[in-house]
């Protein structure tokens, strides 16, 4: 168990309003991961921290943002919800320094209708 | 670009039989890691195994093992007396760049063991 957990586990939002997801983590582990499912397309990186106040984009950035103001929490905003957004969201840490493995939270389904 | 590429969308396989994933990707890398994850009905994201690229053994886990051929740039998984909890989305992974923290996933197979 990597203790990570996602908050909330399921939401339901309307389209133009701001939604935040929540990452937590319990080993202060450096580096934490938002990535997004969606079918046909696995898994895709919306944006990833190496530490606190530190964050890049990934491949799927754009209508989000991230924060990190401590080590165990990895926020995820999405500023103006839009129902291309609708999707499975998880957060993963990195664990081993060497083979960059990633452990992952249980996601968090958003519905923006 | 570096990419992951997994051509079976989804597969069958009757319990106890034994089936094969395919992954191929593309790296300029020498040296990098790959990983099978397991999304099972739950949703959670399970590591099922990992390959160092330098080591030329495959790495093994229980019935789970893997086929990595480095020079055509394949690592295929394969589940031995398959089980009815292997039913699941199967997602090969890679680090793209070296020193690079991200990973690149395929696009997933869907797994169902059949009773």
């Known amino acids: 168990d990597a203790g990570i957990t996602q908050s909330p586990r399921h939401k339901v939002t309307e389209t133009g309003t701001p939604v935040t997801l929540r990452c937590h983590q319990t080993e202060n582990h450096r580096y934490m991961y938002w990535y997004r499912q969606d079918p046909g397309h696995g898994l895709r990186l919306i944006h990833y921290s190496y530490g606190v106040k530190d964050t890049d984009k990934g491949e799927v950035s754009d209508g989000y943002s991230v924060s990190r103001s401590k080590t165990e929490d990895f926020l995820l905003t999405l500023e103006s919800a839009t129902s291309s957004q609708t999707s499975v969201y998880f957060c993963?840490?990195?664990?081993?320094?060497?083979?960059?493995?990633?452990?992952f939270g249980p996601g968090t389904r958003l519905t923006v209708t | 670009a570096q990419t992951v590429t997994q051509s079976q969308p989804e597969m069958s396989v009757q319990e106890a039989e034994t089936v094969t994933l395919s992954c191929t990707y593309d790296?300029?890398?020498?040296?990098?890691?790959l990983f099978w994850y397991k999304q099972p009905p739950s949703r959670q994201m399970i590591l099922v195994i990992r390959q160092e690229a330098y080591k030329q053994q495959n790495a093994t886990e229980n019935r789970f093992s893997v086929n990595f051929q480095k020079a055509a740039k394949s690592f295929s998984l394969k589940i031995s007396d398959s089980q009815l909890g292997d039913t699941a989305m199967y997602f090969c992974a890679f680090p793209p760049q070296g020193g690079s923290e991200k990973l690149v996933f395929g696009k997933g197979t869907k797994l169902t063991v059949n009773p």
């Open positions: 790296t300029s890398e020498s040296n990098y890691y």
């Open positions: 993963a840490i990195k664990i081993r320094g060497d083979s960059y493995e990633q452990y």
